[in-house]
């Protein structure tokens, strides 16, 4: 019986070695299929699975931007005189709905140009006018134009009376 005993040993090793084989296997994540040959020429077949690989981590994507601000302001008021002199300017107030705003104003046809509140007319030749402002928000949103129509009108002419001095009174 050493004989067996010698062969049982060595099935016992071919045994170790082909779990050995398929626990290392099955720790990187693959299949394995080990034939072991004992010296009887018996062979044993383990056959050993385990999970897929883990797929590689993606790397952490950047927060998402929070949405754009895209709802223009709108004024709250635009007030001023609707007529004015010559030698005065006409004025205008106006105010928006949200911090941060800023303006631009013109009177007539020329540019746009950055303005505050109030806003003083440059000096206007008699007739009809128009003041256009326009807010903007931070995010750059455009408001509605806002147009006031005014007029500038000819200072009154003072007649003066002459007095004559009659001979009388020299």
Do not use: Y
């Amino acid at each position: 019986m050493p004989g067996k005993s010698a062969k049982n040993g060595r099935t016992g090793i071919a045994t170790f070695l082909a779990l050995a084989i398929g626990l290392a296997v099955t720790a990187f994540g693959g299949i394995a299929l080990a034939n072991v040959t004992t010296g009887g020429g018996a062979g044993l077949d383990v056959l050993s699975a385990g999970s897929a690989p883990e797929p590689p981590k993606e790397e952490p994507k950047p927060p998402a931007e929070p949405p754009r601000d895209t709802t223009p302001p709108a004024f709250a008021s635009v007030k001023g005189n609707k007529l004015v002199t010559v030698r005065g300017r006409a004025r205008f107030n106006f105010a928006a709905t949200e911090a941060g705003i800023t303006f631009k104003c013109r009177v007539d046809a020329r540019e746009f140009e950055p303005c505050t509140s109030p806003f003083a007319a440059p000096r206007l030749r008699a007739g009809h006018h128009t003041f256009t402002v326009q807010a903007f928000d931070a995010a750059g949103n455009p408001s509605a134009v806002t147009e006031v129509g005014f007029r500038v009108k000819k200072p009154a002419v003072h007649k003066r009376r002459h007095h004559h001095r009659s001979p009388q009174h020299r």
